[in-house]
């Protein structure tokens, strides 16, 4: 990185502020540059100082997090990473992402200084991610986008979809999944890359929007058409054969050397290893090389590998660390992602 990564610290904690500020200031590619202590004070800062990121609290009193997500999104779009505590902000979280937050990280319930460090790397991670990040795609994608008709001769070549995403993800899912029609011929099953105590609350807000039933997967359910499994946080999803026949989620916390849990490969291995050739692996926007070992499987196994093009996401890093191992059949933009899976599926 050339330049300093300039960054704005919003959050009603004074304690909170200044532990972020230190945090980040510990990478010498990050300089905190002011701090706000609601939203209001927030928009003026950005005014002033120009930042580069943004990293949000969510409730704040005057202006919260989501409010001014909406007002500076619709002022002037800039990268934000919402910092904020799962229990009491769940729906504040995805309503932010919907707003056009980038990324967003749990804050410790247990505000004590170690805790908060704990968070450290992730937060320079983020925010760094967030400052390359291009809110380009997010601007564009329609609210709500009409479900693709099968095409006419069905493929009939796959049994299962299973999905790898990231940053981004939220409103990527959120405009693909509406779109595959009810009489859909194959499950779904996604990894997500979300903090624990979100992913069974987002996966209720896509099921309200879409044709197939969405649920947060759980141990034991039989993997059928018409559903799309998501994986909880904090948690891997495989799928395993049963001796009647019939595959089933399980999941575990095994294995804990994975950079994430749920972990793309973990999932895309385990699918494969069932479905072997009937199997399409689809990796899209998101940061780091999640979903690069699972897709060699998928293709040792004989099933196909799509990635999403970089014009349409948010972060092009999972899906190029596909594409530059050559292990990609199709690269393609989310606007055209749900007709090229009719094709094939």
Known sequence: MDKLIRVLVVDDSAYVRKVMTQMLSRSPFIEVVGAARDGAEALELVEQLNPDVVTLDLIMPEMDGVEFMRRQMARRPLPVVVVSIASESGGAALAALEAGAIDFVQKPTALATEK???????IIDKVKAASQASLAPLQRLPSAAPAVALPAVPQGLLDLVVIGISTGGPQALKYLIPQLPANFPAPV?????????YTALYAEKLN?????HVVEAGQGQEVRPGTVFIAPAGRHLTLVRRADGVVATHLD???FDTPHRPSVDVLF?????????RLLGVVMTGMGADGREGAAWIK??????????EESCVIYGMPRSVAEANLSDRSIPLDRMALAIMEVV
């Open 116 to 122: 908060i460090f704990e968070i450290s790397n992730e």
């Open 300 to 309: 040792s196994q004989g099933g196909l590998v799509y990635t999403e093009s």
């Open 189 to 197: 099953a996604i990894v997500l890359h979300m903090p624990v105590g």
């Open 208 to 212: 309200e929007v879409s044709n197939l």
């Open 253 to 255: 916390a095994r294995p």
């Open 269 to 277: 291995q385990s699918a494969a290893n069932v479905f072997r050739e």
